[in-house]
């Protein structure tokens, strides 16, 4: 496929702002797609190369993309950067100061050219980069440079998710109904692109055969809620009952000597745990496996386990070895889903525990989880109270002969959270999707509340809960302009569904935590709306720390917690 054919479906996107019309723009553009371009064409379109967890990242700047605009097109940077001030956006200024016709470049060539360009690294790497940019420029035209500039500075915002490329792979194949099929292999591999790939090369038959593989990581399995012991019993009968950490959750794929860990938005943390790294080396005694397990600081003189806010100081590029001296980790295992070329995940979780634990020796860092089995929601409920009193998070119960749900939130694994107990304390994970300037004192910071929004699988949007204003130090608004004022957007996304109009939208990409006195019923918001137009909302939200960077848009809560969390509270208000 020819660069610009694909330029002519980004225009396209971009300009929609209705979901049906986005399927049919994707499914048009699959449709029309090779299987040598496939790959290439979903990960452009998410504004990668490769997923996430391969770590491959452009390392352009908007100085850099200056330079090489400039050296391109034989423009004084000073010019380039007077009409980036006047455009406010260095795609529409590459646009405006390319004069090319272009060499019809093929998708293949262009991502090829800027595959090269995130892989150049070393002394003098900067100038190769804007020399090996501004050729591929100089080769393009004005509509193509457009998007290249974009993509390269992370700027590219056409709001693909993943739950929509599989729907639109789908009706790009003319059969909703191989969905499910489909969501399978990708959770099972974590590559929209080997997916698609396959599928176009293969067919079905070739995705129903895909199995996991140590280096690609599996979609994490979640946990659904309830809110009192003798109801977890009632649900899944006899279960294992384990501790729930408050750390950082982190899937380990060994290969022999070779160690990755990813995190459970699926990017690559292996730099951040280097005692995990070695320890997984030295004491897992399977030459390939894939373990999860949640990783936490902890105090080496008590033995105390540190909260998340401290756990996340390892998401650094710099200074691990400092921080792992202050703040030394422990590894929490909890399940294994590969060892030894045996795919674990469709065996019973009980098989699962007992295999983990054989393969684990003996070591400072690396231990099981604490578990136990029982059929008695006595013994749950004063877990729990031991658990909360030492500063976990609660229990997550495990039905014994349930499988892995890669990807999946069901009744398999359920959690109980102090929150569940009574009235609403427990935290929601909301979406930022725009904000709201403010009034008074907060107009210094230029922000004065935020637009958050709960995740909608279904239908894979956004769904406004709740506009978040209080929680932040001032210091900690001053960063969020400027830190959702690079991912501001001209009109609302369309995958946000909103009745308020936020001051300035955003593209879903950040995650906060919050805290409310409780759910109410509100016509204005969109979460769970009913024919009446009356939705869910949350009631005097406020922050929790800052944003949580280890997880994705689609890590939100989702709008059946937010109306499960509604039930529960009624049900403790009627008690």
Not at 266 to 281: C, D, S, Y
Not at 500 to 522: F, N
Not at 536 to 548: E, H, N, T, W
Request: net charge neutral; with cysteine; proline share 4%.
């Amino acid at each position: 496929m020819k660069f610009l054919k694909l330029v002519e479906y980004f225009e396209k996107l971009e300009a929609t702002t209705k979901r049906l019309e986005m399927f049919d723009i994707l499914s048009g553009l699959f449709k029309e797609a090779k299987a040598d371009d496939i790959d290439k064409i979903i990960y452009l379109g998410q504004g990668q190369l490769l997923p996430p967890f391969h770590g491959l990242e452009m390392g352009m700047s908007e100085k850099l993309l200056i330079r090489a605009l400039s050296e391109a097109t034989n423009t004084p940077t000073k010019k380039v950067e007077d009409v980036f001030k006047h455009t406010g956006d260095l795609g529409k200024t590459a646009g405006e100061l390319i004069k090319n016709k272009g060499e019809n470049l093929t998708v293949r060539k262009v991502y090829e050219e800027l595959t090269v360009i995130a892989r150049t690294s070393g002394t003098g790497s900067v100038e190769k980069k804007i020399g090996l940019l501004s050729s591929l420029l100089r080769g393009v035209s004005p509509e193509e440079a457009k998007y290249i500039a974009r993509f390269v500075i992370g700027r590219l915002r056409l709001g693909i998710g993943d739950p929509t490329v599989l729907e639109a792979l789908a009706l790009a194949q003319g059969d909703r109904a191989l969905r499910p099929e489909l969501d399978r292999a990708y959770n099972l591999c974590s590559d929209l692109g080997l997916v698609a790939k396959t599928l176009l090369e293969k067919g079905i038959e070739g995705v129903n055969k895909f199995h996991v593989r140590v280096g690609y990581p599996i979609r994490m399995a979640l946990c659904e809620r309830l809110p009192s012991s003798e109801e977890i019993i009632e649900k899944i009968g006899e279960a294992a009952i384990e501790a729930k950490y408050d750390g950082f959750r982190v899937q380990i794929h060994k290969n022999k000597n070779h160690i990755d860990m990813f995190s459970r938005n699926l990017e690559r943390t292996t730099h951040m745990f280097p005692e995990i790294k070695e320890a997984v080396k030295n004491f897992i005694t399977a030459d390939t496996a894939i373990i999860e397990g949640e990783a936490l600081a902890y105090n080496e003189s008590t033995g105390e386990l540190f909260p998340f806010q401290v756990t996340i100081q390892r998401k650094r590029k710099h200074g691990i070895e400092e921080i792992a001296k202050e703040y030394p980790l422990k590894f929490f295992a909890f399940d294994l889903l590969y060892a030894d070329g045996e795919d674990y995940t469709p065996k019973p979780f009980k098989e699962r525990r007992e295999k983990l634990k054989k393969i684990i020796k003996k070591n400072p860092v690396i231990e099981p989880s604490e578990l136990f089995i029982t059929d008695k929601h006595e013994d749950i409920t004063k877990y729990f109270e031991d658990a909360i009193a030492r500063g976990l998070e609660g229990v997550v119960a495990k039905r014994l002969d349930a499988p892995y749900a890669a990807g999946g939130r069901n009744f398999n694994w359920i959690k109980l959270k102090r929150s569940y107990r009574g009235e609403l304390a427990d935290t929601i994970d909301v979406c930022i999707v725009g904000y709201f300037r403010g009034k008074g004192a907060r107009t210094e910071f230029g922000v004065g509340a935020l637009l958050g929004a709960v995740y909608d699988p279904k239908t894979d949007t956004f769904r406004t809960v709740s506009k978040v204003g209080t929680g932040f130090s001032e210091d900690e608004f001053t960063q969020l302009k400027k830190i959702l004022d690079e991912i501001a957007i001209s009109h609302r996304h369309p995958r946000v569904d909103s009745v308020m109009e936020a001051d300035v939208w955003v593209e879903p990409k950040y995650v906060i935590e919050v805290t409310a006195d409780e759910i109410t019923r509100s016509p204005s918001h969109t979460a769970g709306r009913d024919k009446e137009g009356i939705g869910y909302a949350l009631r005097f939200p406020r922050a929790v720390g800052f944003l949580r960077e280890d997880k994705k848009p689609e890590d939100a809560n989702s709008v059946k917690e937010i109306i499960e969390l509604f039930e529960i509270q009624k049900k403790v208000k009627v008690g």
